[in-house]
């Protein structure tokens, strides 16, 4: 049955590539990952899909597991037991329909329905989402999401719904961000000349400079190899990624800083959702905030235990850190990227500082 609906899928996207060609230079690319992967792999948790019901294809770049793809089959079981006869959500975890930036492109062009990613990865499409991945902008996860829900704000959505993306919930919580490296970090001053790793982002090459390090573009999949090798000395991530990724084998030195709130949000093709019925949108969005809830409980409950691990086990020291040092080595941040037109509103981070009050 998998590898039926696989197949079936394939030939539909085929289709719809050349039905939607005029749509940009994207779409060939994602109709081919999205092909390749979906025979390769198959659906997830695909049931038989009830006749009359349009089969809506959900998408999550995390392995069988992790917390996002366990909240994403959560997300889909419940709407199906709400409006299956009508919707049917199909997940597809582990990059099945690509990896997320071609997810994003499917969704642009009609290639799949929905997806779930972090919110900061939107800021390809939206710069004023790069502020969620400043160092220190905010001072709390509470303080970002008032931000995010805010007038300041609005502008986003209504830029992303332009775009073919309709974000319906972004407060799938995460566990804040980290520095870590192979030595002690007790304040910025340790970090001078550190060779720290970053994605191919200029916000988090800014946060590095800020600190005094030297950014490193390494790519996710290659962070613990460079470690290792001695590429990098260290870098940053989310809580939960430092013991999953197998950062903590190399670099054995955690600031607990929170510089960052990073979360997940859940998103759809626009065109889709606005086809919807106000009261199947309520559904839908009622679910997210349903699982949202969950996913952020489990994450926080997961790092408690991580962390004693990584002490008691993993050999890792949490040092004795000096925060507000940190945090005036970030000052500056929010008017150097003003001033350079970082943001697309011009005096976002000026707006913002309302927010940590």
């Given at each position: ?19 939607g ?88 062009v ?30 709390s ?75 490193v ?27 999953s ?44 905030a ?46 150097e ?21």
């Amino acid at each position: 049955m998998k590898k039926t609906i696989a197949m079936s899928l394939a030939a539909v996207m085929s289709a719809a590539a050349l039905a939607g060609c005029s749509g940009g230079s994207s779409a060939p690319a994602a109709t081919a990952a999205a092909e390749t992967s979906a025979e390769a792999n198959g659906a997830a948790g695909v049931k038989d899909t009830p006749g009359n019901a349009r089969v809506v294809k959900f998408g999550n770049s995390g392995a069988i597991g992790e917390p996002a793809p366990q909240t994403c089959q959560e997300f889909c079981d419940i709407v199906n037991a709400k409006i299956g006869d009508r919707y049917y959500f199909e997940f597809y975890p582990a990059e099945q329909l690509g990896n997320e930036t071609t997810m994003l492109e499917n969704i642009q062009v009609g290639l799949q329905e929905g997806m779930m990613c972090a919110l900061d990865t939107l800021a390809t499409y939206e710069s004023d989402l790069n502020i969620l991945s400043m160092a220190f902008a905010f001072d709390s996860y509470d303080n970002m999401i008032d931000y995010l829900k805010s007038d300041v704000a609005a502008p986003i959505w209504e830029t992303l719904d332009g775009q073919g993306i309709h974000v319906i919930n972004f407060e799938f919580q995460k566990n804040p961000r980290i520095f870590f490296a192979n030595k002690e970090l007790k304040s910025p001053a340790d970090m001078v000349g550190m060779k720290y790793r970053i994605p191919n982002l200029p916000i988090f090459e800014k946060n590095a400079r800020a600190m005094g390090a030297t950014p490193v573009v390494v790519a996710w999949s290659e962070y613990p190899f460079a470690l290792m090798q001695g590429v990098v000395d260290g870098g940053e991530c989310s809580k939960d990624s430092y013991r999953s990724a197998g950062l903590y084998e190399s670099a054995k030195f955690v600031a607990d800083v929170d510089y960052a709130y990073p979360v997940e949000q859940i998103c759809f093709s626009t065109q889709f959702w606005d086809s919807l019925s106000p009261e199947d949108q309520k559904i839908i969005e009622d679910a997210a905030a349903e699982v949202a809830s969950h996913h952020s409980e489990r994450t926080l409950d997961q790092w408690n235990k991580d962390k004693e691990w990584l002490i008691s086990e993993g050999g890792v020291t949490f040092c004795d850190i000096d925060r507000q040092a940190f945090i005036n080595a970030a000052a500056p941040l929010g008017a150097e990227l003003q001033s350079e037109g970082f943001f697309t509103t011009p005096d976002l981070y000026d707006q913002t500082r309302q927010f940590n009050q």
